[in-house]
């Protein structure tokens, strides 16, 4: 510790939650599309929402694993810091702006952001976060084995293993995330009516726990029962994964095996699996590729793609800070306009376009 300077008696790991939580892009979470791009109502959920329930999540297992708390907390907050506005839209209209230039994820980009591009302090540039918080925000989804240039760049100044698994509380962060999104997206596309109780019942896991939240609550409240679905589908789900975790976690003694395994260690059963990637392919066809949300990711592109040409034309539209560093050549003249966009909340990005081009897109929010 530096002399004079005390930050309070916290673990490394703590240090790197405490960092991302108060981080400007953690902030900037609160005002960015989890399923809904810029939503009018304050119930539906958002990536910052998403991301602090995914965390909740991810403690619960670490706690019964025996795993750390503090790291698995760090990675759940941290995993979709990188997120640009309109979510996958975003993404989708960034990565096609850099196609000669090497493409764009927001993966890649959520290390790019902690370890290059939010800098506060003055002795370093980025958060200066551990190698096991970064290594993990890496790998969390598997071994990188084809990297893009940013999480290239980043693992020839910092290596990170890109071609081992990652630490267990990763793949917690990981698999965490499914469960949260699984779940409360069904809460959400209930609420916002792109999803009905009969079409859930087509699910036999999601309809065979309807029935026992009937049973054990006969003459409640729909609304009340239905949150008693997602909870008891979220709790299964927990428990399912502790448990198969413990089965294939047997004999490991060291984080050298977890990394070496061949296989992710944190896991659902498989019966679990494959409740739940059908519970996935239903989510996409009824909710993520709905014609409205369809529609509404068409103009959120639309909006993305025409800030990208218009700070390339006009670089001074950025802001002075932007525009001054802005580089002479590509690639990094397109990466920095992508830096600047990827940034953004839905509603600045709108903002932004609207006061460009005059105008902006209707129905850019369909709840």
Known sequence: MEEGIARGPRSPYQRDRDRIIHSISFRRLRHKTQVFIAPDGDHYRVRLTHSLEVAQIGRVIARQLGLNEDL???????????????????????????????????????????MRLESPYCEHDGLNLSWELLEG??????????????????????????????????????????????????????????????????QPFVAQQW?????????????????????????????????????????????????????????????????????????Y????????????????????????????AAPELMGQDWAERMPAQEPARSRHIADYIAGMTDRFAIARYRAIHGTAPEGLSNV
């Open 285 to 312: 066809e009824k909710l993520y590729y709905h014609p409205e949300q369809l529609e509404t990711a068409r103009k959120a592109k639309l909006v993305t793609a025409g800030l990208f040409t218009a700070f390339d």
């Open 211 to 283: 029935r026992e939240v009937e049973r054990r609550h006969a003459g409640a409240p729909r609304d009340r029962q239905l949150r008693e679905l997602v909870r008891s589908q979220i709790g299964l789900m927990v428990n399912d994964v502790i448990a198969q975790t413990r089965l294939r976690t047997q004999g490991m003694t060291s984080p050298a095996d977890v990394r070496a395994a061949g296989r992710a260690s944190v896991a659902f059963s498989p019966g679990m699996e494959e409740q739940e990637r059908r519970l996935k392919r239903f989510m």
């Open 72 to 114: 698995t907390e760090a990675l759940c907050l941290a995993h979709d810091i990188g997120h640009p506005p309109f979510g996958h839209s975003g993404e989708d209209a960034l990565d096609e702006a850099l196609k000669p230039h090497g493409g764009w994820d927001h993966n890649a980009n959520a290390l790019r952001v902690l």
């Open 137 to 202: 925000l890496a790998k969390h989804n598997g071994p990188v084995t084809n990297p893009t240039w940013a999480m290239a760049e980043l693992d020839a100044a910092f290596p990170l293993d890109l071609g081992e698994w990652s630490c267990l509380e990763a793949q917690v962060a990981a698999i965490a995330d499914d469960i949260a999104y699984d779940n409360h997206d069904i809460d959400d596309g209930l609420r916002a009516g792109f999803l009905t109780l009969d079409q859930l019942m087509e």
